[in-house]
């Protein structure tokens, strides 16, 4: 990750001067489906994951953040990855189920993932000069679950969370964290 912040540098100081055209936006998006009117207490939270590779790269970098914004809500979390299996059938949390956690936040991978390291991602046009910088464009949709209970799983919240944007760009983990406690704040599932 150094080494391309590097060289992206490198290449911006060598394009001084151009004039750079995007050609990529990024596009995230996160709305709740469905919840239940009901009081949740969150104080441990599992954070489960499904789909294929590119998935597990996405959600082991979006744990991360969501460790560091649940912790400012009084939330420990914890993540693990069910595998890409589990994305066509029905997902089985009860291996996972314990006393130790209040809440389990499931993201399913729903749609085909899509890993495009070859997506331009900006052109740069200068004297003389023309250049294109690439970048790691990652498109997955999830359904996003909330489960309450230590024994019996109750479904809280329901979402669908998109993502269309560059893998290696981490400000979009804290914008997805950002928007996901936002629909859980605003349900009065989680503290403000």
Known sequence: MRNAKL???????????????PTYKARISVHTT?????????QNMMLVGTGPVASRVFLDNLHTEMTQSLKSKGVESRF????????YGPLKLDSLVS????????????????????????????????G?????????????????????????WKG??????????????????QLLLKELVDRHILPE
Not at 134 to 153: A, H, I
Not at 161 to 170: G, Q, R, S, Y
């Open 132 to 156: 294109t910088g690439y970048g790691n464009q990652y498109v997955e949709n999830y359904t996003v679950s909330l489960y309450k209970g230590k024994e019996k799983l109750q479904l809280v």
């Open 80 to 87: 693990s990855y069910a595998g890409s299996g589990s994305q």
């Open 160 to 177: 669908e969370m998109e993502v269309d944007f560059d893998l290696a760009n981490d400000s979009r983990y804290k914008q997805i964290s």
């Open 34 to 42: 469905a919840y239940n009117k009901q009081e949740v207490q969150v």
């Open 7 to 21: 060289l992206l540098a490198i290449f911006t100081l060598l394009l001084a001067g151009c004039l750079v055209i």
């Open 99 to 130: 006393d130790q956690y209040d809440a389990y936040l499931v993201f399913k991978a729903t749609g085909p993932a899509q890993l495009n390291m070859t997506k331009p991602q900006y052109s740069a046009i200068g004297p003389g000069v023309v």
